[in-house]
C-alpha cells in the first residue's frame, strides 16, 4: 500500500525553479520527522533536507542551503521541497521519507527511515 506519493518532478534549465510534493495517502505521518532525500545514478541516497514534525526546526545539506526550502502542512498531510537557483549537479530522482518510528527530531539518515515514496525525477539542463 502506498503511503507517500511525490510529485512535482520535471525538466528545467539551470537558474530555473521547481515545487516538489509529497503526500501522505495514508494520513499517518502527520506528527513524524519527514525528509527529502535524493538519488543520482550510481550514487547513494542523500540528505537534501528535514523537518520535525510541526516544521518548526528544518535542516539543510549544505550543497542546497540557501536555494531550497522545505515546509509542510499538516492539514493537508503534505510536505513541500521548493527548489530555487537548480544547478544541473541537482539532477536526480528526489525521494520523501518519514521516520515512523518516532515524533520527536528530524529524519537525518535515510537507513533510519521505513516510509518511502516511489520517488520523482528532477533533470536540470545547461
Known amino acids: 500500500q502506498v503511503q507517500l506519493v511525490e510529485s512535482g518532478g520535471g525538466s528545467v534549465q539551470a537558474g530555473g525553479s521547481l515545487t516538489l510534493s509529497c503526500t501522505d495517502s495514508g494520513h499517518r505521518f502527520a506528527y513524524n520527522p519527514m525528509g527529502w532525500f535524493r538519488q543520482a545514478p550510481g550514487e547513494e541516497r542523500k540528505l537534501v533536507a528535514t523537518?520535525?514534525?510541526?516544521?518548526?526546526?528544518?535542516y539543510y545539506s549544505d550543497s542546497v542551503k540557501g536555494r531550497f526550502t522545505i515546509s509542510r502542512d499538516n492539514a493537508k498531510d503534505t510536505v513541500y521541497l521548493r527548489m530555487n537557483s537548480l544547478k544541473t549537479e541537482d539532477t536526480a530522482v528526489y525521494y520523501c521519507g518519514a521516520d515512523n518510528r518516532t515524533r520527536y527530531g528530524m529524519a537525518y539518515v535515510a537507513s533510519e527511515l521505513d516510509v518511502w515514496g516511489q520517488g520523482t525525477q528532477g533533470t536540470v539542463s545547461s
Open positions: 523537518l520535525n514534525w510541526d516544521g518548526g526546526s528544518t
